[in-house]
């Protein structure tokens, strides 16, 4: 059994990867594409449900003193699936709104998803790491997918630059977890020695914030709005937006025992769910509305992340997810059909299509904060424990709820009005409008709606009980049901003033406070003075030095070309000439006397050969007489010797 959820849980990252390679490298139109990934989600739903259940565990070398490993506890049973589900609605209606490069498109949705699986999953920071990055280039790609309008891509440039500074933070971290001997396991961080136990802390800290577009990241997310409907409602309710809430909840641990760091993730939540807050209410545009709406609620999630309340943190996260999933489709089928995002364009819009207007009412209703419905008691539980962690702190986010029911009445009021006569006149004004909402991009919303209605269980006994057994939250308190019934009430009120007087202007914040302006003044413009400088101190210094040097190293080639035609070259020629007469000289001699004398060795030789063939005539009677000449002219010669000897 558990090498069958092993298996499932890598097939639950390696099919949607390898499923969005092939259809990225095979670039085809159509609905095949559509198909194939609706498919891949399917399976991909089954498989996150099963490694929920079973919650296995793998791990493969990956780098030293760190493996590549991937493991499904509490936090990770809880989110997984709520992502795979979102995944799945948002690739059906995408299949019916996006209608160009769709090989393209969806697998690029896909790779991001097997991204935020890892993401999910994820227990070492090397493995983080990697699902981080491959999650924001896939984001960037998909914010920009329509190429040919700059605008678009100047969107995605925006959102992966901001988020891609804060990304440094996770380096800075893993850079930290080694010198502080606690190694790269995410659970081991809070045992990290000294100084960087705080680094650690802090580099964790940036990173989520910016992805979560939390102050002072948060406009990347209004101009990551430029991007297809789709891809709003999937990275920015499930995906990589929540993702940055997730890792706070995944390392709050390390937050707590930094001190510091718990502190200012708590009063970033707080202070963003109050200021973004105030930019939503201001928003005209239905989808800049939604996208500060999710900064803000994701301040929430960072808030409990702060202060420990990891089950309510979790709870919004994935009760936000259905919601805002559930409200941005809506959006797209209305800027899909009508051509429009602006709020007056879009009045009576719930009349003309029942089903989605009925669906984004329960959506706004949800985010409004009213109860039964699941962001009623998610957001209770959160400010249950700011209340026993800080009183200003509590007020904050209590502040923050009191908009966000502002913000949501404020679309449930364009929901709900019929429609004003010549409205048709503000048609067609982002793009050409289809003037029809087809069943594919309708029927994901129900069973949206249906999650964003009951999923106030996962904070309400005895779901929430079991929720924060399952995530070892003992510790946390949780909402009385007076504080329950009294935000109820607030919000409640909240929704029939604005639907009855309007929502405030607030012009001043709907360019969502400057954010993108300043960043530009305190970073990209000094980033760009320094570039500056350094082009010129290029033009100045390094250019010339660089041009010095070439000079030098062209003399250096000239004389050395003179030396060699001078000195080379003629030494070259005249050793070849005196090869060519020493070779003729040797074969002179060669031919004159070695020639010669082995001619006259192999005639001598020749001349011994006939001679000593002669004697040889195979009669017995001549070898005999021959014997005999021999031992006669020896005994003569012995005789001699003798009479030498003796005779001396």
């Known amino acids: 059994m558990a090498v069958v959820s092993q298996a499932a849980l890598v097939a639950a990252v390696l099919l949607p990867a390898t499923a969005g390679v092939v259809l990225c490298l095979l670039g085809s139109d159509g609905r095949r594409p559509a198909a194939v990934a609706v498919a891949v989600a399917v399976v991909d ?159 964790v800290l940036v990173a989520a914030l910016g992805k979560a577009a939390q102050l002072p990241f948060s406009f990347w997310l209004s101009r990551a709005m430029q991007g297809p409907s789709p891809v709003s409602a999937l990275l920015h309710s499930a995906a990589m937006v929540a993702m940055g809430g997730f890792l706070l909840l995944r390392t709050a641990p390390l937050l707590a025992a930094a001190g510091w760091a718990a502190q200012v993730a708590a009063w970033a939540g707080a202070v963003t769910a109050v200021l973004v807050g105030l930019v939503a209410v201001a928003q005209r545009d239905l989808k800049q509305l939604l996208a500060a709406s999710t900064a803000a609620q994701l301040g929430f999630v960072v808030l409990a992340a702060g202060v420990s309340a990891v089950a309510g943190g979790t709870a919004h996260l994935i009760a936000h997810a259905a919601t805002k ?136 006994p005895p779901v929430g009980s079991a929720v924060r057994r399952v995530l070892g939250d003992t510790t946390s308190p949780t909402a009385d049901w007076t504080s329950l019934l009294l935000s109820g009430v607030v919000s409640v009120a909240v929704v029939v003033l604005v639907l009855w007087r309007g929502a405030p202007r607030l012009g001043w914040a709907v360019g969502w406070l400057g954010l993108e302006g300043a960043a530009h003044r305190v970073v990209v413009g000094p980033v760009l003075a320094l570039a500056q400088q ?81 004697p040889q005539t195979g009669q017995l009677h001549q070898y005999y007489a021959q014997v005999v000449i021999v031992l006669t002219a020896a005994a003569a010669l012995a005789a001699v010797s003798v009479l030498f000897v003796f005779g001396g």
């Open 45 to 203: 739903l089954v498989l996150a449900v099963v490694v929920a259940l079973a919650r296995p565990v793998v791990s493969v070398p990956f780098l030293a003193g760190a493996d590549f490993a991937l493991a499904v506890d509490g936090l990770a049973a809880l989110v997984l699936p709520a992502v795979a589900a979102v995944t799945l609605f948002v690739l059906v209606f995408a299949g019916g709104d996006i209608g160009g490069a769709t090989g393209r498109f969806f697998g690029l949705m896909l790779l991001f998803s097997a991204a935020v699986t890892v993401t999910v999953t994820a227990t070492t920071l090397p493995t983080l790491l990697v699902a981080w990055e491959v999650m924001g280039a896939t984001s960037y790609a998909l914010i920009g997918f329509r190429w040919h309008r700059p605008e678009d891509v100047a969107a995605g440039g925006t959102a992966f630059l901001t988020t891609r500074l804060a990304d440094l933070g996770l380096y800075a971290a893993a850079a930290a977890a080694l010198a502080g001997s606690a190694g790269w396991a995410l659970a081991d961080l809070p045992a990290a020695s000294g100084i960087w136990l705080h680094v650690a802390a802090g580099g």
């Open 325 to 460: 999933a559930l409200l941005f489709l809506a959006a797209g089928a209305w800027l899909s059909a009508l051509g429009t995002r602006e709020l007056a364009a879009l009045r009576g819009v719930g009349r003309r299509w029942p089903l989605v207007g009925g669906c984004a009412g329960v959506g706004a209703v949800t985010l409004a904060g009213v109860p039964p419905l699941s962001l009623w008691a998610t957001k209770d539980e959160v400010l249950a424990a700011a209340r026993e962690t800080s009183l200003p702190l509590y007020l904050t986010g209590l502040v923050g709820a009191v908009l966000s029911a502002a913000y949501a009445a404020k679309v449930l009021r364009v929901v709900l009005a019929p429609a004003p006569v010549g409205v048709q006149d503000r048609y067609d004004r982002q793009e050409r409008g289809t003037r029809r909402v087809g069943w594919a991009e309708r029927w994901p919303m129900v069973p949206l709606a249906g999650a964003a209605s009951v999923l106030s269980v996962l904070a309400l």
């Open 534 to 614: 350094l082009a010129r101190f290029d033009d100045r210094v390094v250019d010339a030095g660089v041009r010095a040097a070439a000079s030098s190293v062209l003399a250096a080639g000239r004389w050395a070309a003179r030396f060699d035609d001078r000195a080379l070259d003629r030494a070259v020629d005249g050793t070849a000439r005196g090869g060519v007469r020493l070779a003729g000289v040797t074969a002179r001699v060669d031919g004159a006397g070695i020639d010669r004398a082995v001619q006259s060795i192999a005639r001598g030789a020749r001349g011994l050969g006939t001679l000593a063939r002669r």
